[in-house]
């Protein structure tokens, strides 16, 4: 039996098949959550007058945004049209195991011409992103992410909510692909794009409600660059970091967002129209545009002048008296393992306490770094001894930051922690959803070259 989304999408496939490409009819979103996603090889423009031979959810980039509900089940038909295998993980979304995407560890790798269907029902409300988790310096590299947004039970109340995805691509000026690892750059930060995008398209200006309430959400959906979020002395506050609402929204002076990472913004946008407000990439004492905001006018009355506060989401409180003490250390220890048959050299750069992840198969999975037992409280100190930052991400639950030695910390939760050089900081969660969960570094080169390794809740 068809249920009524699903009749609709038939109908339309019936009818507009032979005008329209697939992408007009893949993607559905209404009451039942029911989306459709497709990989595969589409070519877009982002240097004007070229074409780039991209991979993509659905022929486009940005990839369709996928619009959830706390507390409703999601369902995404994703088929893999690539030529290569390939999972989808649904990042900073507290889910079972079963869904979470990592090939071999949760699921088989999704085939070239194979369909999987994820069904799930986000626990939180939120800014979270969907990408790939195999062969990812390419397949993220390529265009192959987007945005997942699970709108509070109860919506909160703003004039207008604006996607901001970050993406840099690496490209030649025919808009043909650059080399997207060098070694030596992923033996230091990574290797950074030379074309910098929002939404796909270099500084662009979005448009915003003259006087409205703006939700500006902030995806940093890049392989390598960490941005500092700034709107330089333009009124923002913060109402949630990497997908969860802070209890005490507070004034963005500027934040670091590294790979991985999200933010949103609320702020009121100017009355006059045509005014612009510049978002900039903070580097010292130099600020680098990104993009602008336009006020154009608008009908709708504005009578509120505050930013709504979100609501919380259902995390686990962590109980440290009780806490079991574990110790990561990210440490840098360049080598080059022996030739591979093919002639390539295997690159290893990293090592979270001395392993580096040998790579994986059905039926060679490495050792957990740890064993977590469920429903105890871990309490976990993070040291990073390298000269160069790391989002360090753990899979299928929100930790609390409690504490660092590079800055003050008022206890927030997120999914991915940014260590700068030598900091050292202390985490703390309830393995609470049973499995074995990716944890690695999110700047995909350290990522692919060792720094990574899962846990293990039973
Ligand atoms: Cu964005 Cu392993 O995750
Ligand atoms: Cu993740
Ligand atoms: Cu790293």
Redesign the pocket.
């Known amino acids: 039996m068809l249920t009524r989304r699903q009749f609709i999408q038939t109908t339309a496939i019936a009818t507009t098949l032979t005008s329209l490409p697939a992408i007009s009819v893949a993607m559905g979103s209404g009451p039942d959550y029911h989306y459709d996603l497709i990989a595969e090889e589409s070519a877009i423009s982002i240097l004007p007058n070229t074409q780039t031979p991209a991979w993509t959810f659905n022929q486009q980039f940005p990839a369709p945004v996928i619009r959830a509900k706390q507390g409703q089940p999601l369902t995404i038909r994703f088929t893999n049209k690539l030529k290569e295998p390939t999972t989808i993980?649904w990042?900073g979304l507290r889910i079972p195991i079963a869904m979470d995407g990592?090939p071999f560890l949760s699921q088989p790798p999704i085939m070239p011409g194979e369909t999987f269907t994820y069904q799930f029902t986000p626990p939180d409300a939120g800014t979270f992103?969907y990408?790939p988790?195999m062969n990812s310096v390419k397949q993220l590299g390529k265009g192959l992410v987007g945005v997942l947004i699970v709108d509070e039970a109860e919506k909160p109340e703003f004039d207008h909510d604006v996607v901001i995805g970050l993406k840099d691509w690496r490209l030649e000026d025919d808009g043909s692909f650059l080399p997207l690892s060098i070694p030596r750059y992923a033996a230091r930060g990574g290797t950074l794009g030379n074309v910098k995008t929002v939404e796909g398209k270099i500084k662009p200006i979005f448009e915003i409600p003259a006087g409205g309430r703006v939700r500006a959400r902030f995806a940093n959906m890049d392989n390598t660059r960490t941005y500092n979020l700034s709107m330089k002395g333009f009124n923002a506050t913060v109402i949630a970091e990497d997908g969860n609402a802070v209890a005490t929204p507070y004034p963005l002076v500027d934040r670091k967002t590294g790979v991985?990472m999200r933010l949103d913004l609320g702020f009121i946008a100017p009355e006059e129209v045509g005014k612009e407000v510049i978002v900039y990439d903070k580097k010292g004492k130099l600020h680098f545009e990104i993009f602008r905001f336009k006020t154009v006018a608008s009908t709708s009355k504005k009578i509120h002048r505050d930013i709504p506060v979100l609501p919380v989401n259902p995390i686990a409180s962590v109980d440290i008296e009780q806490a079991e003490k574990l110790s990561f250390v990210f440490e840098w220890a360049g080598a080059l393992s022996p030739t591979k048959k093919d002639g390539s050299v295997k690159h290893q750069f990293w090592t979270i306490n001395k392993r580096a992840w040998k790579g994986m198969s059905a039926n060679n999975l490495p050792e957990p770094l740890a064993r977590l037992e469920l429903g105890k409280t871990y309490l976990i100190t993070l040291t990073n001894t390298t000269p160069h930052h790391h989002p360090i991400?753990l899979?299928g639950h929100t930790f609390t930051v409690l504490k660092s030695t590079k800055r003050d910390i008022t206890p927030y939760h997120t999914d991915t922690i940014l260590l700068a050089k030598n900091e050292r900081a202390q985490i703390a969660f309830v393995a609470d959803n049973p499995g074995q969960w990716?944890f690695?570094c999110?700047v995909i080169e350290h990522m692919k070259t060792g720094l990574m390794g899962f846990i293990d809740v039973t």
């Open positions: 993980h990042h990592v992103w990408h988790h991985g991400h899979h990716m690695h999110h």
